[in-house]
């Protein structure tokens, strides 16, 4: 027999004979090992099976399906439909073969001599079964396709022969000749139906039956475990255990399937854009799919419906085209604003579009585009008198160059320049520009001068260094490059200088190589030096978000260089190709004052590359800021996240920026805080009406949310190290005029909408800030909306406003509102703090299905809010008002004498307890080793609509995070001294359970000591003899009194052999035991004399399980267990549901 915890597995043999055991008692098994062999009686009983030694026999080829298209078309039909049903391949062979079947399944759907050629098959073997005429008609209809089968308006006549169908039928008078007639022509009628809608159609129609057939099968996997779903599939289908095999063996191959899923998703909605509208019902079915088997599927469907909403990049790429020429006049020199504001303000992506413009034949255009792309530094920077001014450049080696300069807020005079009404307005469109033109010089050269005003918010505020070290090379003429602009000339009268400004360029080379030929050209045009800075020390460098906030020169100057590149191009190799030219020209990019180095690398069809190269990091690349347009930093407010090393997580998501983040700790600490930051900026043009406003922001913010939870999924499965307390940032920059209490509704019924998935990726905190007007003539108000689901159970949101400060013009966070959250009176840079104490805790025991034990009270008191709550639904009723006090309680705490005294502690207070006791019961004294207990206790009162004066109740739970929630003697007198108290007072006693039964404890002092006498050292199976400690470990433990040992020789040495255990500490053997009748007695006297509730929310093992049942009122979380019964009684049920067990809610009632 083989025993399993309590339950016993007899294992029988057919025939008899004398058994040799390969497994010694108490081995574990492992799936396929041998556990004994029998030396039969009589061998000629049994078939041995002997080794084949020929050749495999021939297999019968299948038969053949032809080699015309509609027949290669049902062939791979079918194999794909088998597929589906679980009939795959092994691997290596799988992946190939069904990447085969797809693209041949796609090729002979879209080829449209499919539909011919079936129909060709159906009336042959029809041929003279129908009437003549309509033979001949159908016929024609047919030539009639075929003879314009390649043109793009020919359609497949299913219409016209169903219409000469029922033309003949309509003839027909007796019943019998149509029933023969519609038999006969039953296979031209379907065929007809199917292509009723064309070849798009068909080809629509045969994916989604693929489609459906999935999700038939993966549907019903979908309810919780996979044994309650088999036992669900089993009840459903009572009458026909063959459908519930053909689930389980479809679901078996679920991950083959999803590759095959994936392919027809990819197939017909990659090439087909348009069809992704059609097929938008069963895509978002396939979303729906929540278990981890099926994320991959879910993810891409998901993808899919994101992408439908926008324009395909064909046509965006003519639609910005159509616009950057209709905006130039008939000579081609100067802009028409009208028109560019369509682009300026267009709602649709068209980042990855825009630098294709900066090598366009055009002249003209290719400085609208960079003009319209290098926007990233605008609007940010706003509400304030500040500006930034740039000046275009034109090169005789046929380059476009912008410069531009940033100009601080003291200087609100700036304001009178005029800019451009292009340049930065698209990307930077959530911001407002204090003045911006647009001019031409008389050589039709394009100036464009822009202002705007570092925010307050802004971490380098105040640290902005001045610009009297920069200037304009005066002798650009002699490189070939001509000023086109004025504004600069301006800027650097001395009398005029702002005290602190900054100066950038951008430049598009079609080749890396074009760059470094002409660098120092480039280069020339910053020719001052900055002075000695910290950026530069001899040995260091500043981290990431160390700002020097002295009032000190640093380099001003930025510089963006764009290169084009028409294929795929591998992300280390562009870095490791940019790493060494900046190394080898770090000295002159320090001589002239470079700032920030960036390369933006334009691909075809995709969002440009990043890579940016800081001073302060002596030009190393900035990891954190690749793929970022650097200037978009202030947005995503990455200087919060600086309590964590932060490491940039690629994304296939331009929108999203991913990090992981490690807590800092001080060296040679383990880092145990992991935790992922998901950040994305909503843009938009500034909305118009109130109704739109909202309705962009639920939209957009729900899809941002969507791509949040996809990256974060894809991201779990590509990290090794365990996260929590992932944070999710949105910020919408548009100006929205709503009141921002609807914020909080739409946001709360999103999360609760999403609240699984959430949960599962471990999403705790999320943030969303918006600029809002209450009114559309109103004051912009940035809003700030917080939520946190730290418990697990009750979703906190906090609303605040921004405001400043008048003592430190400093922005803080103010509550809007009555609910003044954790955040009020902080600053708005203030740190995301690492996890503490309280978090982990919770980690661990949300970990195990259940919540932490301190977390318990404020469970009650949310039940008790949404029981006053509910009163407000029962109209006859009058509505009651909330007590504040709806909840007091304290904690019970065994004193010195193991007696109850009332106590307030913090959370996990119990860890930190020392208790010292001797009773009767259990005459046990605690030493002074005790590091806590791992059961809490309270006495609460509780105000509820049928008793507002409130009515007290006694709980006691087990906490699961200290020692797994074992049962130990401070346990034991504690749950008999608080169920003691509700006796002797009459009120219920509510135990909360999550256990592992009773303390198995280890001495850890001899844990690491011990060596194994074995009774065959090369063959550990065969057991052991003894235990024992060499002399020298026994004279360090001898002292404590922790062992017993007796003096042994062997094999040469000498050897103390261990008898016993005792241990330093107390309660690590039996006399965890002692306690247990005692509880258990106490459990059933509580049930005679008092209300006695049990809540079961993880596991209830042994004396655990014992007090629930004893308890008899039980509530059992799903999916938790009470382990109890005995193996008599346990293999005496039939409710085993799987090899996993037995239904344990059902075992309760024994």
Not at 498 to 526: N, Y
Not at 567 to 585: H, I, N, P
Not at 902 to 929: D, I, W, Y
Not at 1035 to 1044: M, P, R
Request: neutral net charge.
């Amino acid at each position: 027999m083989a025993l399993v915890m309590k339950m016993v597995m007899t294992l029988t043999a057919g025939e008899s004979g004398c058994i040799h055991y390969v497994k010694r008692p108490g081995a574990v098994l492992d799936p396929g090992c041998v556990i004994a062999k029998l030396q039969l009686d009589d061998p000629s009983r049994v078939q041995q099976a002997e080794l084949h030694t020929g050749t495999l026999p021939q297999i019968q080829s299948t038969a053949l399906r032809g080699e015309k298209l509609h027949r290669i078309f049902h062939c791979v039909l079918d194999n794909l439909v088998n597929v589906m049903n679980g009939y795959c391949l092994p691997e290596p062979y799988f992946s190939s073969k069904v990447k085969g079947w797809v693209e041949r399944l796609m090729k002979t759907l879209r080829d449209p001599s499919l539909p011919l050629l079936e129909l060709q098959d159906i009336m042959t073997s029809v041929s003279g079964r129908i009437p003549p005429n309509v033979e001949k008609s159908i016929k024609k209809e047919m030539a009639q396709y075929a003879s314009n089968i390649t043109s793009v308006l020919c359609q497949f006549p299913s219409q016209q022969i169903a219409n000469i169908l029922d033309s003949h039928a309509a003839t027909l008078n007796r019943k019998s000749e149509r029933e023969v007639f519609f038999m006969n022509t039953q296979s031209i009628v379907q065929l007809v139906q199917r292509y009723r809608s064309g070849i798009r159609g068909h080809m629509k129609a045969v994916v989604m039956d693929l489609l459906r057939q999935y999700l038939k099968v993966e549907t019903q996997f979908q309810h919780g475990h996979y044994d309650k779903c088999v036992f669900a599939l089993r009840e459903e289908n009572k009458s026909d255990m063959n459908a519930v095999l053909n689930y389980i063996f479809s679901h078996a191959q679920v991950t083959k399937k999803n590759l095959l899923v994936t392919m027809l998703i990819d197939q017909l909605c990659g090439r087909d854009p348009t069809l992704t509208d059609e097929l938008i019902n069963i895509l978002t079915e396939l979303t729906q799919l929540s278990k981890t088997t099926n994320a991959k599927v879910a993810l891409r469907a998901r993808q899919v419906l994101i992408a439908s909403h926008l324009p395909s990049y064909e046509l965006r790429h003519n639609q910005v085209e159509s616009i950057f020429l209709s905006a130039i006049d008939m000579y081609g020199h100067q802009f028409c604003i009208e028109n560019l504001q369509k682009l300026i303000l267009s709602e649709t992506s068209i980042f990855d579009v825009l630098p294709n413009f900066f090598y366009h034949s055009n002249q003209v255009v290719r400085m609208a585009a960079l003009e319209v792309s290098f926007c990233p530094l605008k609007k940010q920077y706003s509400s304030g008198g500040g500006g930034v001014a740039c000046d275009v450049f034109t090169s005789s080696l046929d380059l476009s160059f912008v410069f531009f300069l940033f100009l601080p807020p003291q200087h609100s005079q700036l304001t009178e320049f005029v800019f451009n009404q292009v340049y930065v307005r698209r990307a930077y469109i959530a911001y407002e520009l204090n003045s911006v033109q647009h001019r031409q010089l008389k050589d039709n050269t394009c100036v464009v001068e822009f202002q705007f005003m570092l925010p307050t918010s802004h971490p380098n505020r105040g640290n902005i260094p001045t610009l009297n070290r920069m200037s304009f090379s005066s002798n650009l003429n002699h490189y070939g490059m001509v000023h086109v602009a004025s504004v600069s000339d301006v800027l650097l009268d001395n009398s005029f200088t702002p005290p602190c400004q900054r100066m950038g360029g951008m430049v598009s080379f079609r080749t890396f190589e074009d760059f470094v030929r002409i660098f120092d050209e480039v280069m020339s045009c910053f020719c001052d030096s900055p002075p000695q800075s910290p950026t530069f020390p001899e040995a260091g460098h500043a981290s990431l978000y160390d700002e020097d906030k002295a009032a000190r020169e640093e380099p001003i100057h930025i510089l963006n260089v764009a290169i084009k590149t028409d294929g795929d191009v591998d992300d280390d190799g562009l870095a490791a190709m940019f790493r060494e030219f900046t190394q080898s020209k770090k000295s002159v990019l320090i001589e002239h004052g470079i700032r920030r180095l960036t390369f933006l690398v334009a691909q075809k069809r995709e969002f440009p590359k990043f890579f940016t190269f800081r001073a302060r990091d002596k030009f190393e690349e900035d990891r954190i800021y690749r793929h970022l347009e650097p200037a978009l930093a202030f947005q995503l407010e990455l200087n919060r996240m600086r309590n964590f090393d932060l490491t940039a997580i690629p994304c296939a998501n331009h929108k999203m920026h991913l990090y992981l983040g490690a807590a800092k700790v001080e060296v040679g600490t383990e880092v145990t805080d992991y935790r992922f930051f998901v950040r994305a900026i909503i843009r938009h043009s500034d909305l118009v009406t109130k109704e739109a406003s909202f309705e962009y922001l639920q939209n957009e913010g729900e899809r941002l949310l969507l791509e949040a939870m996809d990256e974060l999924e894809v991201a779990f499965n590509n990290t090794n190290v365990r996260t929590d307390c992932n944070h999710i940032f949105l910020n919408f920059v548009p100006t929205v005029i709503m009141d921002p209490s609807k914020i909080e509704e739409s946001v709360r019924s999103m999360v609760m909408r999403y609240g699984s998935r959430l949960w599962k990726l471990r999403v705790l905190q999320a943030e969303l800030k918006i600029n809002i007007r209450l009114t559309p003539t109103g004051k912009a108000i940035p809003i700030r909306l917080f939520l946190t689901n730290e418990s697990g159970y009750y979703l906190d949101i906090s609303l605040y406003k921004e405001v400043t400060d008048s003592r430190t013009g400093q922005i803080m966070f103010q509550a809007y509102g009555d609910k003044q959250g954790p955040l009020h009176g902080m600053l708005i840079n203030t740190p995301y703090v690492t996890k503490d104490l309280l978090q982990s805790k919770r980690f661990q025991a949300q970990s195990l299905g259940t919540s932490y034990v301190y977390d318990i009270p404020e469970m009650f008191r949310q039940s008790l809010i949404k029981l006053w709550d509910s009163m407000n639904e029962h109209a006859f009723l009058p509505t009651p008002p909330l007590p504040s006090d709806i909840l007091t309680y304290t904690e019970l705490v065994l004193d010195d004498q193991g007696q109850l005294v009332h106590m307030n502690r913090l959370p996990g207070g119990n860890e930190a307890s020392c208790t010292f006791f001797h009773t009767a019961f259990l005459p046990v004294f605690c030493s002074t080793l005790c590091l806590g207990i791992g059961m809490v206790a309270w006495k609460m009162t509780l105000k509820t609509p049928e008793y507002p004066e409130g009515r007290d109740i006694i709980v006691i739970g087990n906490d699961i995070t200290y020692r797994i929630g074992s049962f130990g003697p401070q346990e034991d007198v504690l749950f008999l001294r608080a169920s003691e108290l509700a006796r002797t007072h009459g009120i219920p006693r509510i135990y909360v359970a999550a256990n592992s039964g009773a303390r198995i404890g280890l001495a850890e002092e001899i844990r690491h000591m011990f060596h194994v006498a074995w009774e065959d050292p090369d063959d550990p199976y065969k057991g052991y003899k003894y235990l024992y400690l060499t002399p020298q470990d026994y004279k360090k433990v001898s002292a404590l009194n922790s062992v017993h040992c007796e003096h042994v020789e062997d094999n040469g040495e000498s050897r103390y052999k261990i008898t016993d255990i005792i241990g330093k500490e107390d309660g690590l053997g039996i006399e965890n035991l002692r306690g247990s009748g005692m509880i258990a007695g106490e459990s059933s006297l509580a049930y005679e004399s008092i209300i006695t509730i049990n809540l079961v929310t993880c596991r209830a093992i042994g004396i655990g399980a014992y007090l629930v049942r004893l308890g008899q009122r039980t509530i059992q979380v799903e999916n938790s267990h009470i382990i109890l019964t005995g193996c008599g009684a346990l293999n005496k049920v039939s409710i085993y549901i799987s090899a996993f067990g037995a239904v344990w809610n059902e075992l309760l009632c024994l």
